[in-house]
C-alpha cells in the first residue's frame, strides 16, 4: 500500500527556510514521479515542483524558481523540498503526491505536473511565514 507521509513544515519569519520531508512506504521512488504541491483555502491545488525519481528530471513553478529546491534520497525512500526565503505568500497546506512515471526528461516532468496526473498522496503539512 502506497503511503506517503509529509513533516518538517511550522512557522517561520519572512526570509527563512523550512525544509519539508516526504518519506514514502509500500514502494519504492525509482521510476516515480513526485511531486510537491500547495493549496490554499477555496483555491486548486497547484503543482510547486515535481522530479522525476528515475532521471532527476525536475520542475518547478515560477513563483518558487530560485528559492525552492526538490531532491530525492533513494536510499531513504525520502524527497525533499527545501524552501528558502519564504514569503508570507507561501503560507499554505504544502502535500507530496507520488506516481508511476512512463516517461522521464525535463519536458515530461514539466506537463505532468499537475494535480490530475497524481494518484497518491499525503496528508499535507502546514507551512506559516509570518512575523
Known amino acids: 500500500q502506497v503511503q506517503l507521509v509529509e513533516s518538517g513544515g511550522g512557522l517561520v519569519q519572512p526570509g527563512g527556510s523550512l525544509r519539508l520531508s516526504c518519506a514514502a512506504s509500500g514502494f519504492t521512488l525509482d521510476y516515480y514521479a513526485i511531486g510537491w504541491f500547495r493549496q490554499a483555502p477555496g483555491k486548486e491545488r497547484e503543482g510547486v515542483s515535481c522530479i522525476s525519481s528515475s532521471d532527476g528530471s525536475t520542475y518547478y513553478a515560477d513563483s518558487v524558481k530560485g528559492r525552492f529546491t526538490i531532491s530525492t534520497d533513494n536510499a531513504k525512500n525520502t524527497v525533499y523540498l527545501q524552501m528558502n526565503s519564504l514569503k508570507p505568500e507561501d503560507t499554505v497546506v504544502y502535500y507530496c503526491?507520488?506516481?508511476?512515471?512512463?516517461?522521464?526528461?525535463?519536458?515530461?516532468?514539466?506537463?505532468?505536473?499537475?494535480?490530475?496526473?497524481?494518484?497518491?498522496w499525503g496528508q499535507g503539512t502546514q507551512v506559516t511565514v509570518s512575523s
Open positions: 503526491a507520488a506516481e508511476w512515471a512512463e516517461l522521464d526528461g525535463p519536458d515530461y516532468v514539466q506537463a505532468m505536473c499537475v494535480m490530475a496526473y497524481f494518484g497518491s
